[in-house]
């Protein structure tokens, strides 16, 4: 077949072409058909290009945040230094920041209630809060293993536990708690020492 052969039949070329074909000497001409088509082709081409730069210019950078592995947080250990050999779990806490224990009235206190309970030396771990403020409960029973909590001047809530009435027992866990004043505070309180007196009567240990 002649790839230069032009098909010259009328009714041939109108399956072709929509638009009206005229023959000039023996080469048919396409009217608008052939610029209609490159004006659309240079028109999407335009148009991609324009896009393509509007796109690019209108698109925001982009910042990719560093990616930092989160180290865990650590517990925060401590060492009390404390008094007695705490043999039977029994944790008498007192809060003082002059004094090792308390003043001269509220260490013969504390002297006076240990032995109304029939306590020993051995038996109990005795803790001045004031030098471990942010310590919790947890962290005190952690350490010393506690069955009891005496509390003089030291509130629950400052151990991470809920409110609790001063003066009373309280159980929690299989743990008891007492809570009161500050042992010099409580020296000069003859009503609460009453009532303390009380718990202390129903005690066992």
Request: with cysteine; charged share 20%; proline share 3%.
């Amino acid at each position: 077949m002649n790839s230069n052969q032009l098909i010259t039949n009328e009714e041939a070329l109108r399956l072709f072409f929509n638009d009206d074909v005229y023959l000039v000497g023996d080469v048919p001409v396409v009217e608008n058909s052939a610029n209609i088509i490159t004006e659309n082709i240079d028109n999407k081409t335009t148009n991609a290009s324009t896009t393509a730069n509007q796109t690019s210019s209108a698109a925001p950078e982009v910042e990719v945040p560093n990616l930092t592995q989160n180290t865990p947080i650590q517990p925060k250990s401590f060492d009390f230094k404390h008094l007695g050999k705490n043999e039977k779990g029994i944790l008498i806490l007192v809060n003082d920041q002059q004094n090792p224990v308390s003043t001269n009235q509220g260490t013969e206190l504390l002297r006076k209630l240990v032995l109304s309970i029939n306590l020993k030396n051995a038996d109990f771990a005795l803790l001045n809060y004031a030098t471990y403020t942010d310590a919790k409960f947890e962290d005190l029973h952690s350490f010393f293993a506690c069955k009891m909590v005496f509390a003089f001047g030291v509130a629950p809530t400052t151990l991470g536990l809920s409110e609790m009435q001063l003066h009373q027992l309280h159980e929690l866990n299989k743990i008891k708690f007492i809570f009161t004043h500050n042992l010099h505070d409580l020296d000069g309180d003859n009503a609460a020492k009453r009532v303390l007196w009380a718990t202390l009567k129903t005690l066992t240990l």
